[in-house]
């Protein structure tokens, strides 16, 4: 069977209105941001959600608090589902970053990590959720470059092409983790 991945991103911050990489800052929700939270919450509380997973960073624990507090279904924080590190750059000019991206696929960021360390991070996530959670369906509520890591372990879409895309960070997606999920590139597939 399998999991059925539903992808959403953390709502609009403050930081993104101002044009800001967050980065691993903790982030905090705009008035936009919390509308979305909660239209999120509206949007997929009838979909048959087992559980929902989102970064421990404040910014998607608050989405997810805006979107799915006092609804009855498990949530879990995993520093697995963290954006990467831009290091030095957290906070910096989002511009900036997404200059300098193609850079840090392999190679860290000034004391921060790589892609290739958040496809790594994407890559244990999933194996525990194939291991822990076959047949049902959750929603993931993190960040852009968790998105990249989604499609490129399960798509098979080139990592570099991806960070070289134009940003696309509002897309949410539809992903099937299939049983007994390897880890390795393509193994699954898109569902929309």
């Known amino acids: 069977m399998g999991v059925d991945i539903i992808y959403e991103p953390h709502a609009t911050t403050t930081d993104d209105e101002a044009g800001r990489a967050t980065g691993w800052l903790p982030g905090k929700l705009s008035m936009d941001g919390l509308r979305y939270a909660r ?11 087992s559980a929902v997973f989102c970064s ?19 949530i879990h ?6 954006e990467c590190d831009f290091g030095d750059l957290n906070g910096a ?3 900036e970053v997404a200059a300098r991206q193609a850079d840090h696929l392999d190679q860290p960021f000034p004391n921060g990590q790589s892609y290739r360390q958040v496809v ?37 879409r080139p990592l570099a092409d ?9 897309a949410s997606g539809r992903y099937a983790l299939p049983k007994g999920w390897a880890g390795g590139q393509t193994a699954g597939g898109r569902l929309d």
């Open 120 to 156: 790594d991070q994407m890559r244990g996530f999933l194996h525990d959720l194939v291991a822990a959670w076959d047949g049902h369906r959750v929603l993931l509520v993190a960040h852009q470059g968790n998105r990249w890591a989604l499609e490129h372990l399960l798509d098979g």
């Open 77 to 82: 924080r995993d520093t697995r589902l963290r």
């Open 56 to 74: 421990d960073l404040y910014r998607a624990v608050a989405t997810v608090q805006q979107a799915f507090g006092g609804y009855r279904i498990p």
């Open 93 to 95: 000019p989002a511009a």
């Open 39 to 49: 239209a999120l919450g509206e949007r997929r509380r009838g979909e048959g959600l």
């Open 162 to 170: 991806l960070v070289t895309a134009p940003p696309d960070w509002r």
